[in-house]
């Protein structure tokens, strides 16, 4: 006959693995006592033995379940049934640690009073490995010090560190040589018409590679437009380098000069080579009449041995001792003359420097008597300028130096011009 077992103890949440028992643990379950089968009444299913004492009732319970632990003895090794109970003892015991460190913590936190932990990159690194192995279910029952989430997070960026190459990277692009925006600068300022691709180009010439985009932002972080608006709008400096070597000043200064009659003022006019810084006196007198001032420009627009020989443009200021005669001839020998606008002396800046430099280095020094100690200083004073004083303009080099310049071979000497007004130390080569 069939036997009904008791619904706490006989059903098995997995059917499949009762079966699958060893044939003594079956036998063992099937021995253990039985209690009666239920009884479906209106109210429902009720044990017969509702009313049976509460001894009777522990008695049965514990004798099925020592049935079931006997069943199973039997089924197993003893060494096998050893080493079950061994990782039992270790798993109680573990939890116990648990439990304990648990509330250890929570009465440290309680310490703390509301204060936030601060913990260190190397702190965080651990949790995070430490927490990542137990998931975050087990963290949301264990973790005490910090929520799950924040060691999960942590753990996440423990991985993006790990892939982290940034700092085998540099600060980004490498900046470009120094020399090349000194270059470009320079290039764009001389040349007004060359643009991004031309400058690159030339660049490339000189043996430095860049991008046309680079060339841009060079420009560009100095200020400087591009090619077209260049074009429209050419600086003075500019023009006057790119016609440097056709290109000649004029001016006049005045010298006070002690005669028969008391002070006379003098007129000398000078013209000046910008590339080069020759100066040239063209003529000293009283009257600077018309009639004088065309011979003046005969004398410099001559073909043979004239100043102006080689020139295309002299650069003149609003002075109406340029007469129109004089004007008329520079044009018909091939030289345009450049008024200045009114009052712009510094558009004027080599001639107006010269005037500065021989009046603070010998006129400013010396008080003449008659127009032929005017012509002798001022002589004098051109041969110490173009051979024995150095220009800064020229990279501080003289203009026509002579022989002895930079020899290092015989005793220094020096060389008196006007009394020692002018000096000029040279090695003696003798």
Known sequence: MSVERHPGVSERKNPQAFDELGADARQGLQKRPQFPPAVETPHGVVSKYTNAPKWLVRNELRVGVLSCRIGFMNAFHPWQ?????????????????????????????????????????????????????????????????????????????????????????????????????????????????????????????????????????????????????????IPWSTFLKSHWDSMAAADFFTVEVWSRVGLTRYYVLFFIKLSSRCVHVAGITEYPHGAWMKQIGRNVTDVVDGFLSDARYVILDRDPLYTDAFRNLLRESGIKPVRLPPRSPNLNAFAERFVRTIKEGCLDHMVFFGERSLRKAIREFLEHYHHERNHQGLENRLIDPLADVGSVVGAVECRERLGGVLRYYYRDAA
């Open 81 to 233: 049934l050893l080493l079950v109970s061994l990782a039992g003892w270790i798993n109680r015991h573990q939890l116990d640690v648990i439990a304990y460190i648990q509330e250890e913590n929570k009465i440290l936190k309680s310490k703390l009073k509301g204060k936030r932990i601060r913990f260190t990159d190397d702190e965080r690194r651990r949790l995070a490995a430490k927490g990542k192995a137990l998931g975050s279910r087990v963290l949301r029952e264990v973790a005490s010090v910090v929520t799950p989430n924040t060691i999960l997070a942590w753990h996440r960026k423990l991985i993006a560190k790990k892939w982290d190459y940034s700092k085998r990277r540099g600060p980004g692009r490498p900046r470009v040589a120094e020399e090349i925006p000194r270059l470009t600068v320079r290039m764009a300022l001389e040349n007004p018409g060359w643009g991004y691709t031309t400058i690159r180009g030339r660049l490339f010439n000189l043996g430095h590679t860049v991008a046309r985009e680079t060339v841009r932002n060079i420009l560009k972080e100095h200020g400087i437009v591009p090619a077209p608006e260049r074009r429209k709008r």
